[in-house]
């Protein structure tokens, strides 16, 4: 036993001297994201909530009592490199597979190797990336090795564990929600990786502003590896990065469908500003000129269907029933009999009274949800179907509208938006 033990611990010692050689060498031409993935608990950015000092999983950690849980978090927002964390600081075995491309053979051959492992008083932890892709049999696979210790799971997936994983599974697992990291954790992982000579970019002569690099924060949405694939690519582009070298990274740049080239744009242009103008005889005019040059009719009705909203709106809400039968009518007989339908809804939307409300309203939501961000829904207003979202407080102190005979007093927005008006 004591020769086994030691022949094990050699091979080992060898085949992680060999990996990290091996590691090495790729680290230079692994995405930056890969690059600067922490490996320290100092070194991990947000998620204070969960393993800041003194927390649970902090506690778990330090004592190296770590139970199989369920990492429930958006992309990027450092559920593997947790994972990778835990693993070295309690100095586990880590077996990685991802639920999309592995199944059940994998699982056995990790379970042989982690029962040995077992056998020499070496714990081995299961990392199952996206867990929630694998089937009811495939799940159940694992319930006995993590009654019987030979693993520790820690699944990872962005999908609701109440919904996705098998209560029996859950069960036997904590879960431990992540969050996507704010722009202030985004930002200063960017400068980390602008200053790393050793994995990041510290070494390339990269300018970039403050006010650059907040946007990228900003634009990665609380995921770290989108923000560091930005700067990537972005300095790969140009080493002096600025807005406009971002937003070519981002691949941001509008392209339109394009029939006839300027001319057909000009025209619907011109249609959709007298229509605005409530000029009828130009509208009519313009909608002649694309229906004779062989304009789509389709096209013409759903440029009305948004018109019906963007420009008359709640003034006339009986202008978007007339944009919606005349594209419907257009699709029924075609043309060139669908010629006159068009010219009555065009009519209409003219001489219709006008109001932009709702559109300059939407305008300014979708600015705060691009500032924002993907901001959480409180908790009060959270579906709580299962007992796991009910014990994690959702739905509590919900108000029943009916109840309170619709007077009740309650915020419908996330508190950065408290009060915030649109219409």
């Known amino acids: 036993m004591f020769r086994d033990s030691v022949l094990y611990f050699i091979k080992k010692a060898l085949y992680y001297s060999i990996t990290n050689i091996s590691m090495n060498l790729k680290n230079h031409n692994a995405p930056l994201a890969d690059r600067m993935r922490p490996e320290t608990l100092e070194d991990f950015l947000g998620q204070e909530e969960i393993i800041g000092s003194g927390k649970l999983l902090w506690q778990a950690i330090m004592k190296d009592q770590i ?9 990027g927002s450092g559920k593997t490199t947790l994972a990778h964390i835990i693993a ?25 190797e982690a029962r040995d492992s077992k056998n020499l008083g070496q714990k081995t932890i299961l990392f199952i990336d996206e867990i929630h892709r694998w089937n009811k049999a495939q799940q159940d696979a694992l319930l006995p090795h993590i009654e019987a ?21 859950l069960s036997r697992c904590h879960v431990f929600i992540l969050k996507p990291l ?17 994995k990041g970019l510290g070494s390339v ?75 009828a005889n130009a509208a009519l005019y313009w ?14 009705a759903r440029r009305l269907v948004r018109f019906a909203s963007e420009d008359i709106g709640l003034k006339n809400s009986r202008a978007l029933e007339q944009a919606i039968a005349a594209f419907k009518a257009c699709r029924f007989i075609g ?72 007077k009740e007093k309650q915020d419908y927005l996330p508190p950065e938006l408290k009060d915030r008006k649109y219409l």
Request: proline share 5%.
């Open 88 to 112: 070295k600081k309690t100095q586990a075995n880590f077996k990685k597979i991802s639920a999309v491309v592995s199944g059940l053979g994998d699982l056995k051959k990790i379970i042989k």
């Open 67 to 75: 139970p199989s849980m369920i990492l429930w978090g958006p992309p």
């Open 205 to 279: 002569p990269i300018k970039i502003s403050d006010k650059t690099l907040k946007t990228i924060a900003r634009l990665s949405r609380g995921d770290a590896r989108v923000a560091l694939n930005i700067l990537e690519y972005a300095s790969s582009i140009n080493k002096n990065v600025d807005l406009k070298v971002v937003e070519e990274a981002l691949q941001k740049s509008c392209l339109l469908y394009d029939k006839g080239g300027e001319g057909h744009y000009n025209l619907i242009s011109a249609l959709h500003k007298s229509m605005r103008g409530s000029d």
């Open 149 to 169: 210790g030979t693993i520790i799971l820690i699944g990872a997936t962005t999908e609701n564990p109440s919904f996705e994983v098998r209560n029996a599974l």
């Open 335 to 406: 043309a060139p009999e669908c010629n006159v339908v068009l010219a009555q809804a065009v009519v209409y939307m003219s001489l219709s009274e006008k109001s932009n409300k709702l559109y300059i309203a939407y305008k300014k939501a979708k600015e705060d949800v691009h500032r924002f961000g993907n901001l959480p829904v409180p908790l009060h207003l959270r579906n709580a179907p299962t007992k796991l979202m009910k014990k994690l407080n959702y739905g509590c102190d919900y108000k029943y509208s009916p109840d309170y005979n619709y």
């Open 287 to 300: 909608l002649a000129r694309m229906l004779e040059a062989g304009e789509d009719p389709l096209y013409i």
């Open 182 to 198: 704010s722009p202030e954790n985004i930002l200063k992982l960017l400068k980390k990786a602008l200053t790393d000579k050793e």
